[in-house]
């Protein structure tokens, strides 16, 4: 039985991953999905009854296949733009009608949805009886609302609660997901999903099994329970983190942390050939064929550079600081939703390492004093907007991108405040007119206030 809830378990992780990808009729999106430490990117392309998936590889593996959905022809195009290869599946129908009939199942609230043993096909009715599983689903709309990319996010929490009675065959354990995320309404991207039991089936396995094999019936069958509780609704998760919990006591619980993270959202036009089979590309007789080579050296390479980053991005800060030095903590900086925050603020902390002086990034005043920080450094902006006319009348247009390289009038005020008595040591602002893509004209405006800043303290 502990199979039958592993196998759950994995469909749960799989709708986490990949429901935020089927929405909206036209957008590009970039995210970071990270699930226990190991982050992959991906970027996602839909078009009316289409949709581009392109996924980095991690550490030197290589990079899955891009994957086309062509829902309009019902298949998959699978393109290895390295070997210029492509590889067709059609949607299988067993997939299309299993969809069908899990969508009918769905229980009611504070309703048993399975049928009484004696109601039961004679061919099941020696199934030995189980227990009863609780499902308990909560949503709470928190009623906080933000800008993002455009569209008003509302911000949601739920829980869902599986608990089994001391009799229950299909798990013994109790598990709940908590989540807690940032959503935004689009119409629904609707294709049927290609799930291809056969590929989850070893080959050996299913050839001596035949051409039909027999289903395994279970042993012991339990009924389901489910009650829903709170208000509110779900939608696009522009931000999400999810924490899952398993067992029952204290002492045997463990827990499993997963995040989405969105870097881009577009809704500019897209080219129609980003969703058709590259012209000079050749068929593969096979999925495998398609497939890199995985290589461990590249690997190991990947990880090294990996560890490497890691430790240049994010220097060790010893507690102690040494004798005449300074040291300065960043927070993100505030007042336009437009740019990545995280990413200026990193940039700001390189700007004020410099000579005497040492910086960190921080997400509060209290967590700057617990690492020892003199002064805590605090940037909002005031104005972000695209500038010239011709800016502004692409701004206007609905299609415009967003992230184009343009010219910005940026303005910022940037303060450094005294951690010891919360006096301000300085104030400065920034602006000006910065050229390139909205992050990258942001970093440049903090640039120059941070070093006006600095010379403060040098």
Sequence with gaps: MKKHFLLFVAAVLFLLFTTNESSAQ???????????????????????????????????????????????????????????LYYIEPFSKEAVDMMQEEGEQTPLPKTKNQPPLNKLPKEKQNIKKGGIIYMYNNITDTGERKKMYGFTARHVWTTMKMKPSADACTMKDSFVIKTDGWYIDLPEFRCPVNIRPDKMMPKQQEKSMGDKPEKKQPECLDSFVSKR??????????????????????????????????????????????????????????????????????????MKNKAKNNENNNPIIPDQKQAGHIRVAVLPPTGDEQVNAA?????????????????????????????????????QFSKIKQAGKVGSILKAIKNADPNAVSSYNIEANMTLTTLADGSTKTQKKTEGKYDGKINDAAAKALEDGGRKVLEVLE
């Design 229 to 302: 509780s709170g208000k509110g609704k779900l939608g696009f998760p522009l931000e999400q983190t999810t924490i899952m919990k398993f067992g029952g006591g204290p002492s045997q619980k463990s827990e499993m942390e997963t995040s989405i993270e969105t870097l881009e959202f577009s809704t500019a036009k897209l080219d129609s050939m980003l969703f058709e089979i590259p012209p000079g590309y050749t068929e593969a007789k096979s999925e495998e064929e398609l497939q890199d080579k995985f290589d461990i050296g590249d690997m190991m390479k990947g």
């Design 26 to 84: 036209q957008y590009k999106l970039r995210q970071v999905n990270n699930m226990m430490g190991m982050k992959t990117e991906s970027t996602i392309y839909v078009k009316g009854m289409r949709k581009r998936t392109e996924s980095a590889g991690m550490m030197g593996m290589p990079a899955p296949p891009v994957t086309i959905e062509q829902c309009d022809l019902q298949r998959t195009v699978y393109i290895n733009d390295k070997k210029k």
């Design 343 to 379: 990413e200026l603020q990193q940039g700001l902390v390189g700007v004020f390492t410099s000579g005497n002086v040492e910086a960190i990034a921080a997400s509060s005043a209290e967590e700057a004093k617990s690492l020892k920080c003199d002064y805590l450094l605090n940037t």
